[in-house]
Each structure stands twice: as structure tokens, then as C-alpha cells.
């Protein structure tokens, strides 16, 4: 009796998920890291607690490639890229990883959906929301630094983002949970 409710295409381009999940978690990570090591501690324990939820991301798929009785393949995680050159860089580089993982996130959607399976495509809704909300998130800081000077930020806004960092929440608001009253 075949239990597996995934087809081999699918079962691959998650498990491939999986690892870019753990991918975009290491460069958080080395980012984090990166950061601290420049004395900006608050923006260091946001880029860690990203980290966290790009690991927590990895480990939904583990868990649903497993709940629908398919093979998970741990592999090696690639080695992040180079570190930023500025803290712009550094926002601009989160971004572009963001669009990028959307597109994988996208291209999901899509095979889930030109196989009609129905259970992936619904599971894949999860993913298009949070990759809204960390695209969203991760421009609204690049506008903050381009307010405060882009390349040229000085260190008082430095300071002022370093410290608003540490509190920021790590959900953005979208725009479908807008009103008029609450905008
Ligand atoms: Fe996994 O959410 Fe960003 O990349």
C-alpha cells in the first residue's frame, strides 16, 4: 500500500525548500553576527531572531514533508555570502534574499497547483503570507535608512535604529489587515 501523498517532483523541490530555509537562517545568522561585532547590538538581536524564524520556517517543512509520509534529505547547507559592506548594504542584501525565497516560495505554488495537490498548494498559503510580511518588513527598514541618509547614514540615526531594532516586532502589518480608521 502506497502511503505517500507526495509525488517525487514535489517531495524534491521541498526538500530543496528545506535547505533554503536553513540557507536564508545561516545568513541571518552570519549578518547577525556581522553586526555585533560592529557594536550594534540591537540590530544584531533582530537579524538573530531571524535567524530563528527562517529555522522554524525549515522545520514546517520537515515536518509536512514527514506528515505526508514522503522522505526528508538533510543535506549540507550552503556557506552564506559576504558580509555587508554598510549597514544599507546590509538591508538591501535581506531584501534581495527575501524576493528571492518568494520566488522559490512561488514557484511551489505553482507546481502544487499544476498537480492539483490541493493539500500542498494550501499548506504553500502559509509561506506567500509570511514572504509578504518579511518583504514588507525588510523595505520598511530600507526606507528608514534611506531617511536617514542611505551610505551616508550618521552614527546618531545609527544609534536611533540600533536601539529601535532591539524592540521591533518581527511581523510586519499587511496591507489586508488595514482600515480606514487604522491605516
Ligand atoms: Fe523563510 O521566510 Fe524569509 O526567507
Redesign the pocket.
Known amino acids: 500500500m502506497n502511503t505517500n501523498r507526495l509525488s517525487p517532483t514535489l517531495t524534491t523541490a521541498l526538500n530543496e525548500q528545506m535547505t533554503k530555509?536553513a540557507h536564508?537562517s545561516q545568513i541571518y545568522l552570519s549578518y547577525a553576527a556581522w553586526a555585533d561585532n560592529l557594536g550594534y547590538g540591537g540590530i544584531a538581536n533582530f537579524l538573530f531572531r531571524h535567524a530563528q524564524?527562517?529555522r522554524n520556517?525549515m522545520m514546517k517543512i520537515l515536518e509536512y514533508i514527514l506528515k505526508r509520509g514522503a522522505e526528508v534529505k538533510v543535506v549540507a547547507i550552503p556557506a552564506p555570502p559576504a558580509n555587508p559592506k554598510n549597514m544599507q548594504n546590509c538591508f538591501e542584501k535581506v531584501f534581495e534574499?527575501?524576493v528571492d525565497?518568494t520566488n522559490a516560495i512561488y514557484k511551489l505554488v505553482k507546481m502544487s497547483f499544476t498537480e492539483e495537490d490541493w493539500a500542498t498548494w494550501n499548506f504553500m498559503q502559509w509561506?506567500v503570507k509570511?514572504?509578504t510580511e518579511?518583504e514588507t518588513l525588510a523595505l520598511s527598514l530600507l526606507d528608514k535608512i534611506k531617511i536617514a541618509g542611505g551610505k551616508n547614514i550618521d552614527s546618531n540615526s545609527l544609534y536611533s535604529l540600533d536601539r529601535d531594532l532591539q524592540i521591533t516586532p518581527d511581523d510586519a502589518t499587511l496591507a489586508q489587515d488595514v482600515t480606514a480608521e487604522n491605516p
Do not use: M
Open positions: 530555509e536564508a524564524e527562517e520556517h534574499h527575501e525565497n509561506f509570511e514572504q518579511e
